[in-house]
């Protein structure tokens, strides 16, 4: 295929959406991956079947997400940038945590991930070029009620670092951004009075928009970052800074 091929994970609402319809719009076929079919349809129907493709995947399932790569290859012979997206929460301070969302926050969040990149750096390795990009989270630091996905976050830094060192020689960048507080169905799950503090907590008292993550990716899969690899980058509104006013 002439055009370049992505596939992003979580395509099908918030951040994945609008890093998918960034992509499209650089001029990239996007393959859509989700484990919503109605938006994950919607979301294709929006952009256009001549410029993407919805695949169902659940990415935490090693079978599903060995199928998607045998089914990707087989249909465009390349995969040139990965955006590992897909993730959940599952809230509460460690003492009302059942140990079922631990594990499902790691098998989603951090798990999948590292499936969906090992299938990547396998074909990436030997096409020599490729670009991996994983959604970290500037909760990695630590939140409270986010031992889950504190921990997750953290996961997919190292997951990135690693991945950098094994991928350098082959001419694959990988790296992460790590957003902060984002306008999506995810923040929506936040109680109105925790959001508030949130939002009062940032250098700039606003969220960022879903759109906002979709730039910094769109510049990081860009053939203007040959030398930039292992890094995370935050789109927090200065949060990660740490100042408390
Ligand atoms: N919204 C924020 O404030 C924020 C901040 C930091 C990081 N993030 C991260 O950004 C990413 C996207 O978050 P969002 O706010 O857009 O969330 P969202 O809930 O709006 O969208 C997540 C998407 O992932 C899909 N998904 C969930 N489990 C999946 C699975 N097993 N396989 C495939 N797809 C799956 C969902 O169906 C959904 O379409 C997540 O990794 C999240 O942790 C979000």
């Not at 919805?54 to 955006?83: C, M, N, P, R």
């Not at 508030?196 to 606003?206: F, I, N, S, Y």
């Amino acid at each position: 295929m002439e055009k370049q091929i992505a596939i992003v994970t979580g395509a099908a609402n918030g951040i994945g959406k609008a890093i998918s319809q960034r992509l499209v719009a650089d001029g990239l076929f996007v393959l859509l991956v989700d484990v919503d079919p109605i938006s994950g349809n919607k979301t294709l129907a929006e952009i256009g079947t001549d410029k993407a493709a919805f695949y169902l995947t659940d990415i935490s399932d090693e079978s599903q997400v060995k199928a998607l790569f045998q089914s990707i290859e087989k249909s465009y012979g390349q995969i040139d940038v990965l955006v590992n997206n897909a993730g959940i929460i599952r809230d509460n301070m460690i003492w009302n945590m059942d140990s079922a969302d631990f594990d499902l926050v790691i098998k989603i969040n951090l798990k999948g991930s590292w499936l969906m990149c090992r299938e990547a750096a396998r074909i990436m390795k030997q096409q020599k070029a490729g670009r991996i990009l994983n959604i970290s989270s500037r909760a990695w630091m630590g939140n409270k009620g986010q031992t889950n996905y504190s921990a997750s976050k953290a996961g997919i830094i190292g997951l990135t670092r690693a991945l950098a060192l094994e991928l350098g020689p082959y001419n694959v960048s990988v790296n992460a951004v790590a957003p902060g507080l984002i306008d999506t169905a995810l923040t929506k799950e936040l109680k109105k009075e925790v959001l508030e503090k949130l939002v009062g907590a940032q250098p700039t008292k606003t969220m960022g928009k879903p759109e906002d993550v979709a730039h910094m990716v769109s510049f990081l899969v860009s053939p203007h970052t040959n030398f930039i690899t292992g890094q995370t980058i935050y789109v927090d509104g200065g949060k990660s800074i740490g100042a408390g006013i």
